[in-house]
């Protein structure tokens, strides 16, 4: 008798302890998505804001690190080089048009709201981005554009049904159907409170955006393009030149070789210490950010390079970055040829 409770006590436990393992597991095949929609999510509202605050981003063809330059450099190389010349056109309007795309698919993403049409819009923006930037990347892993163009390919099968506006909506169309309201009464419902809470958020992911640039951008001080011969010069000047007073220990500022038409970035990372460093970098031909804690950062993958000797610190990229001499007269800085 006694054994016989105990079996039956034991049993109980052992289905109570199934129970939940299986409780668990449905739980997490529910939620799988879960991690990677917020990672997307807050990854492509940060790019977005990251442009925005970002004064090089729509500083124009003069410097290096703004979206034109950016894309003029990847139009040679890229598959779809051909359809840039809009970008290149009017490269505000579109690079502006990517910063709010991303902050648009960003908080669609993260609200869950019209989940499928946020993960198109991703899959896009990584496609393009992948056949422009990041095409010729070797091998193939490091182009992380690539890896962002697949990781939204479950987002956009499965949608955002779960802890989302779209859940929500879904589960009160289901409780209308239940209480007879007609199909079509309930598919209105559900696109006109959409469309309400799309309007809601694309209002405060443009006010923020408008905000951030217009308000939130860094100063930095004007490209210099080459300039001609200095008043004051006390040598005849070949190279193009820029004020000494405008690169200070640790900045630069940024000239075009006049052989190839490259922008060149004038440093000083040491007082006194004067170097040229060219900004197109030599893993895929992206244009460097200019110097910040002494290093040149290449925002395509990731390389890193001294911004006193352009040596790589960190790849894919393994070539230095070409140097230039660089002399002192005067008040001028002018710049020499390239050294290697
Ligand atoms: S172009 Fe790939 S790291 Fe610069």
Known sequence: MATGTGSTAGGTADTGTTGRI??????GSRFALLPLRLFLGVTFVYAAFDKLSDAHYLAGAGDPASFYAQTRAAE????IGWALAPALHAPTFFGLLIAFGELAVGLGTLFGLWGR?????????????WLTVSF??????????LAYLLAWTPLLLAGTPYLSVDGYLTARAARDRARGLAEDAVRRRALLDGGIAAVALGGAGLLSGSLTAGFGRDEIPAPTAASGTGATSPVPQTGPTVPAAQVPVGGSATVKDPASGDAVYIVQPAAGQYAGLSSVCTHSGCAVNPPKDGQLYCPCHGSKFDAATGAVITG????????YTVTRNGEQLELGPQQS
């Not at 299986?22 to 739980?27: C, G, M, Q, R, S």
């Not at 040679?76 to 598959?79: E, L, T, V």
């Open 22 to 27: 299986t409780e668990w597991k449905a739980l």
């Open 76 to 79: 040679g190389g890229s598959p």
């Open 117 to 129: 049409v946020a993960a198109l819009g991703g899959v896009l923006l990584s496609a393009t981005l």
């Open 136 to 145: 010729h990347t070797t091998p193939y892993y490091l182009g992380n554009d």
């Open 316 to 323: 894919p990229a393994v070539k230095p970055l070409p140097k």
